[in-house]
């Protein structure tokens, strides 16, 4: 401007910032689909690289998923049986808890994943065995095994 004569205040201002709690989600992700002894990838992804401390993600089988400082992502795997029946029922799981990082406010998405398992035909056989010689008059002992439990 054209001022003949401008002086700065110079009393001092002060703001206040008011934090708001931000809130970061932790999710879980498997693999859609596998055969029966196959592997299911589990992997755990937070919103922003991790700070401060590794985010440890617990899962309802037992499993923890470690995401390290400066990722954004972790995974575990786990196996999946074969056994010699028809039908596999899928496999759920879930995440339980989850801590760690520098998070104002850090959460589980609970929902759960789950991995369709085809199934493999395996083959099972059944041997049939007779005492070797027996007496006249004797009994004879016939025994089926099977190479699977029933």
Sequence with gaps: ?????????QTPVSTAI?????????SLTATPSVAEGGTIIYTATVG????GSP??????????????????????????SNDVYQG???VSNNITRVSGGNYENLVANQAPVSTA??????T????????????EGGTIVYTAAVNAPV
């Design 1 to 9: 401007g054209n001022y003949e004569n401008l002086v700065a205040n």
């Design 18 to 26: 008011t934090d708001v709690q931000d809130t970061t989600t932790v």
């Design 48 to 51: 922003a690289p991790v700070t």
């Design 55 to 80: 985010v440890i993600v617990s899962l309802a089988n037992g499993q923890t998923i470690t995401i390290p400082v400066g990722q954004s992502s972790g995974t575990v795997t786990g196996a999946v």
């Design 88 to 90: 596999h029922a899928a």
């Design 117 to 122: 398992v085809t199934d493999v035909q395996d």
């Design 124 to 135: 099972t056989s059944v041997t049939l065995t007779a005492t070797p010689s027996v007496a």
